[in-house]
């Protein structure tokens, strides 16, 4: 029962399939979408550690590697993670008291200067869907407050976007402070300009092309 | 001289198909679904444009734009320059913003859209602008912005300090970034021996660039 109920879930994510109300996809329409599945599971007692790793992280995880065999294109990943989402909404306050279902927490953020947002918006999607608790600062993030967010949330990873090649400059301070603050705690970067090569002069941990590339690298990693 | 206009957003050539392109989709985006979310996604997008475009054309030798060689050949010979603005003004951000946290597939679009308006509106200042001079029976470069071509984007600060204080309501940020996201800064050269030539394309790295994609 725990296991069909859970690859309902991962297939309604991977399909899209937010709520029953939803019209999307059109030939499920008036079946149950991941809300409801993700209720009736935590109602039949499955543990919200399953509920995510085995059906919302296996959804969207089935939808991050058809995209990269470019067996899927973007739209579908993005409806995806609406799906996840909706699912999300009522997972994450019984998630908060069982923490250790989680991979840890991502402090997120665009540098100062910068207020493209884009880019990191998709990141801190697809690490949620992931597993990942996300904490978002927002654009135009000094590297003061990612040192407070450091602080106060004690993240596993911290991840910082950049759009252009001046506002990329705020890159390597950042990092640097963070090193200050909290040595050993990986500070990934990335943004249309950032190159691997940079990353490395700057001594952040690295950085990808891409937020799946990203998500990937962190759960080989941990 | 300086010169600003209004666009009309529902004169902008946008079409569902160009944010397909843009995604490496298929033209319908996979299915008759996400066609019809951009499709309403474009619709809802145009009133929420406050498409604005200016320019200040200058003697060629009252500014230095530290372009670097590349873009300092385009303009080579020009004897003004025609240093140029387009934004969609500062609603649009926020809705796009908005919009993702409620729908990541309507945000993404409103994003695209959003980028692919302010192209076309830099498009038709470039027309504009060609036709002006045409009529003083001078040529014109192609358009060409900070960022691209190998001018450094903190080229920007010269650009900004040829215009009027404000202009457009853009606003500069310490880092040379554009304020509101979705505006684009540039130069047109100007003059008699001046023409529109080939972006350098075959030399530049830069594969991404929708200006290649338009077959520059
Ligand atoms: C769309 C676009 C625009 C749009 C709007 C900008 C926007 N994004 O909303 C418009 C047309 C307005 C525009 C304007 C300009 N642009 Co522009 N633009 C682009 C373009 C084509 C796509 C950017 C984008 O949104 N991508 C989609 C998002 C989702 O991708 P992303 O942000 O890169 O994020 C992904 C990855 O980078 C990564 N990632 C992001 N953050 C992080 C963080 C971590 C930790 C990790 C691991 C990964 C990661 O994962 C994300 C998702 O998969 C890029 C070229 C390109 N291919 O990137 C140029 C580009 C960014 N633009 C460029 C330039 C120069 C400009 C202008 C300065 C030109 C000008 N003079 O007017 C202006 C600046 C605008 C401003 N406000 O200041 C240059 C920057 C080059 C440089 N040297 O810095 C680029 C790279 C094009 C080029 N020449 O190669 N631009
Ligand atoms: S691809 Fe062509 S148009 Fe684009 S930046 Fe390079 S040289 Fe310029």
Not at chain 1, 77 to 86: E, P
């Amino acid at each position: 029962m725990t296991r069909e109920i859970l690859v309902e879930l991962a297939d309604a994510v991977a399909g899209g399939k937010a709520e029953r109300d939803s019209p999307y996809p059109p030939e499920r329409r008036g079946e149950d979408g991941a809300a409801e599945i993700c209720l009736a599971a935590l109602a039949a007692g499955v543990s919200p550690e399953d509920v995510l790793r085995r059906g919302l992280v296996a959804g969207m995880q089935r939808v991050g590697e058809r995209f990269a065999r470019g067996e899927a294109f973007i739209p579908e990943v993005l409806l995806a993670a609406k799906a996840m989402r909706a699912a999300l909404a009522h997972l994450e306050p019984r998630l908060a008291k069982e923490e250790a279902g989680r991979r840890g927490t991502v402090v997120l953020g665009t540098v100062a200067g910068d207020i493209h947002d884009l880019g990191k918006n998709l990141v801190g999607m697809v690490l949620q869907g992931a597993g990942w608790r996300v904490v978002d600062l927002g654009v135009d993030v000094s590297a003061d407050r990612f040192a407070q967010a450091v602080r106060a949330e004690h993240p596993r990873v911290v991840g910082l976007s950049a759009l252009l090649t001046t506002t990329m400059a705020h890159l390597g301070p950042t990092v640097e402070r963070l090193r200050r603050e909290a040595p050993g705690l990986p500070v990934y970067v990335g943004g249309a300009p950032v190159t691997p090569e940079f990353a490395e002069r700057i001594g952040a941990a690295g950085t990808f092309p891409d937020a799946f590339a990203f998500a990937r690298h962190l759960g080989e990693a941990g | 001289m300086t010169v600003e206009f209004s666009l009309e957003a529902d004169g902008l050539p946008l079409s569902a198909e160009e944010v397909f392109r843009a995604w490496h989709c298929p033209p319908d985006g996979g299915n008759a679904f996400v066609e019809a979310v951009v499709e309403r996604t474009l619709e809802a997008a145009r009133p929420r444009m406050a498409v604005r475009a200016g320019y200040r054309r200058l003697d060629a030798r009252e500014i230095d734009l530290e372009t670097g060689p590349v873009i300092g050949s385009q303009l080579e010979g020009a004897s003004s320059l025609v240093v140029f603005l387009v934004t969609l003004g500062p609603g649009y951000d926020e809705w796009v913003r908005s919009s993702f946290r409620r729908d990541p597939l309507v945000g993404c679009a409103a994003d695209t859209i959003g980028s692919l308006a302010v192209e076309e509106a830099a498009e038709i200042l470039e027309g504009r602008v060609d036709a002006e001079l045409l009529g003083e029976g001078l040529g014109a470069t192609r358009r060409l912005s900070p960022g691209y071509c190998g001018w450094d984007v903190a080229g920007q600060a010269a650009l900004f300090a040829a215009l009027p204080e404000g202009f457009l309501g853009v606003r500069l940020s310490p880092s040379f970034m554009m304020v509101p996201l979705k505006s684009v800064s540039g130069v047109i050269g100007a003059g008699r021996r001046v023409a529109k030539r080939p972006y350098p394309c075959a030399t530049c790295g830069i594969e991404s660039c929708s200006r290649r994609r338009r077959g520059a």
